[in-house]
């Protein structure tokens, strides 16, 4: 690795000039962490495993950052994906590997397959990571094997909350919980940290671990679920209640300016688990999250369009209807980017039946039914998110499709006005117009 220098560029820089060839092999050894983790285990079983106090974001109750800043102030980059009438991104979570870089790259190059595009509305324009981008406990020595060196390729932003092995911090190691993350995604300004290796990409300039991402057509909730393995934790005792305050006022600023575009609350942790519908998942939900959530949805007034999350190793779709006013919220799990991907079930147990109903509605209690998954052994993929000043679109491609193939195995749209699944109205790329002038000349 170069030396411990951090390198101020002052504009930000992201995928290399030319495109390099997938590595074989990690940089650093990856010594097996199960030692550390039978220390966990038996911490855990002691209950001396409590959720860990996080730094307060710069930017006061309601952080804040927008694509605009993210990229440099480039505000005519801005204007003209306004003016195109929609903006694509990519979101995913679980992306870090502890065996080697294949799994990884067969994720990234898809990601980076994307980019391909001859329509420029289409191309992506940054990518949300969920959480867990480095394993097993964030040490800043894996962030150019596991993070860095995939995305190199990657020709825009990446964003990213924190998830639990991201803030986990080893008893071995004697380093302050999300140092490195915070290090390579909470930055002052565009640098580029000795983590990187000798790459170009710059540290991203979040606030903190929980701050509003404001893009066209799009505003991101990000919300920090701590380093528990299972539950979420977003306020309690030990961290405190800054989070609950962030929420409020960011729904509260969505209301008062009466904000049209999509709203998305973004976490690792879900809120709603397949092991959670009498599965044997690996991760379950967090209910004392969600209702802590709920809480401040309802005060406000205003309740997110999706909600986006990681944590279980693979893809997961369900739909909230809410019983006050039939609005539907997609709860999405993607957790499968690269580490680990995992069935639902164990042993001979059969995977689940879906569409099923896992919560029945009754009185004030909202109805959540299992749509979709895509979870086995092997199986990674991503989510690519279209939004317009209508719609918001999301779907779930499989890497296993490869570089060639741009159709979604699964996808989910909602209406921004009536908060409801709809039907997604396809973009006019000019296929019609070729197709008529191709047929006179075949006459």
Sequence with gaps: ???????????????QPEPTEDPTIFRVKHPSDAPIYKEID??????????????????????????????????????????EGQIVFHAGGDCGSTSGPATQNLVTDKLVSDFQEHIEKELPRFCLLLGDIVYSFGEKEYYFDQFYEPYRNYAAPILAVAGNHDGMVSPEAHVASLEAYLRNFCAEQFVITPEAGGLSRIAQIQPGVFFTFEAPFVRVLAIYSNTLEDPGVIADENIGDSQLKYLQAALTRVKKEGYKGAVIIANHHPPYAGSGSGTAGRHGGSPKMLAQID???????????????????????????RSSDGTEIP????GNMGHNAQRLTRGNTPPPRVPQIIQKAQGKTDQVSFERYDADNGHFGYLRIVVN?????????PASDGAHAKTPDDSVTIDLKTRKRTQFKP????????????RKVRR
């Excluded at 990681?310 to 739909?319: D, K, L």
């Excluded at 000043?389 to 491609?397: K, T, V």
């Excluded at 973009?427 to 191709?438: I, T, V």
């Design 1 to 15: 690795m170069p030396n411990n220098t951090i390198r101020e560029i002052g504009k930000p820089v992201w995928a």
């Design 42 to 83: 038996e911490l855990n079983k002691e209950h001396k495993i409590h959720p860990l106090p996080f730094p307060v974001p710069r930017g006061g109750v309601e952080p804040s950052l927008t694509l605009e800043q993210v990229l440099g102030g480039n505000a005519e980059a801005v204007k003209k994906i306004t003016k």
């Design 295 to 321: 809480e401040i949805c309802n005060k406000v007034g205003v309740w997110p369009h999706a909600f986006l999350s990681g944590h279980a190793h693979n893809y997961q779709r369900f739909t909230r209807t």
């Design 331 to 334: 709860y999405i799990i993607c």
């Design 389 to 397: 000043e209508s719609q918001l679109r999301i779907e779930y491609h």
């Design 427 to 438: 973009n006019d790329h000019g296929w019609s117009e070729r197709a008529q002038r191709w």
